[in-house]
């Protein structure tokens, strides 16, 4: 293989491709980068056997081949490298010749049979803007359990609803779910992203705001836009029933202010527990709404705001920290909080946006 491309372009596509390297001591090929040069480009692949990923870049090609390089060693190279000149890259006798206007560089290639292939997959496809299925991904990741005790609720859950694409997480004691309008989906019974491989699918994404193509099995999840192909494993499992413990009338609901709310619970948690409690204290009649918390440590904290309230007196205690987690997923400026009673979930969603819902399960005091 002999091989000629612009540093700065070779560079990106080491960048993006070397963090989804694998480090396994029984494979260790896993932590190599295979280059594969073709035709007029030049194809930069690597798994974790969880993730897969291929960059392809615009190359000049002298020869042909295929060559696996240490994924660290080839990203230390050209970060150190001058830039803005071209590099060459070539295999002589296992050994990989790297050269620039500037360097001259030698290293050993690793053996290129033993790298894993990355799926074509083949199934139900849909296209969707990249900062939609981002927005979708990012609004309720969070929520997902981050043990593997459970991997159904150690995923994002995605499925079709008319014309909503429906994102759910849940690690049981609060969940999440946003809907994206797309016009033509097709029908998707549920697809489970294992939430480990969530931080690089939005971080691959990310480079994007075109559409991209989302192609999936029953074992597979791949992601194609702009050269790039990214592959995910799907976990083998069933997402709960959540629509059941979602309350369907409530007693008593709150609007107030997205602002003066993130702030008095700002505010409470430098006094709240080390189980991060906050108590919220409802009586409408009253127009009363408090937040409060203590710490025997610390001192404690009482909170007025204003807020439209409606329904029965209600008090119960939340985790701080989940609260906290939804505000960069309410667009509006005024939130609405909707109670049941002491026992039943919290629900939070924006005033004026209806595509995200927000459930907390309150605390036993």
Known sequence: MKIECGVEKIKNAVASVERITGKNLSL???????FIASGKSLKLRATNLSLGIEFEIPAKIEKEGVVAISGSIMSGILLN?????????????????????????????????????????????????????????????????????????????????????VFVSTDSFRLAEKKIKIKNIPEIPGILIPFKNIPEI??????????????????????????????????????????????????????????????????????????????LNIKP?????????????????ETMLDAALSGENVSLSFNYKYFFDCFSSLASDSVSIKLKDNSKPIVISGVSDKSFLYLIMPMNK
Do not use: H, M, W
């Not at 260790?28 to 295979?34: A, D, K, M, T, Y």
């Open 202 to 279: 939005l971080r691959v994404l990310g480079e994007s705001d075109e559409d991209v193509k989302v192609c999936f099995n029953k074992n597979q999840i791949s992601f194609s836009f702009n050269g790039i192909y990214l592959t995910s494993r799907i976990i083998d499992g069933v997402f709960p029933d959540y629509k059941q413990i979602i309350p369907k009338e409530f007693k008593t609901e709150a609007i107030i202010l997205k602002e003066d709310l993130l702030n008095a619970l700002k505010l409470s948690n430098i006094f709240s527990d080390k189980f991060n409690q906050v108590d």
């Open 28 to 34: 260790p090929i896993l932590g190599s980068v295979l």
């Open 285 to 301: 009649k009253e127009k009363f709404f408090k937040l409060s918390s203590a710490n025997n440590d610390i001192g404690e904290n």
């Open 81 to 165: 490298i001058f830039q803005n000149e071209n590099i060459v890259i070539e295999d002589k006798e296992g050994n990989i010749s790297i050269k620039t206007k500037r360097s001259n560089i030698k290293i050993k290639g690793q053996p290129t049979d033993d790298f894993p292939t990355i799926p074509l997959i083949s199934g139900d496809s849909f296209e969707i803007n990249t900062k939609k299925l981002i927005e979708g991904i990012k609004s309720v990741y969070y929520s997902s359990s981050i043990s593997d005790i459970k991997p159904e609720i150690s995923s994002v859950y995605i499925y079709s609803d008319q014309d909503n694409l």
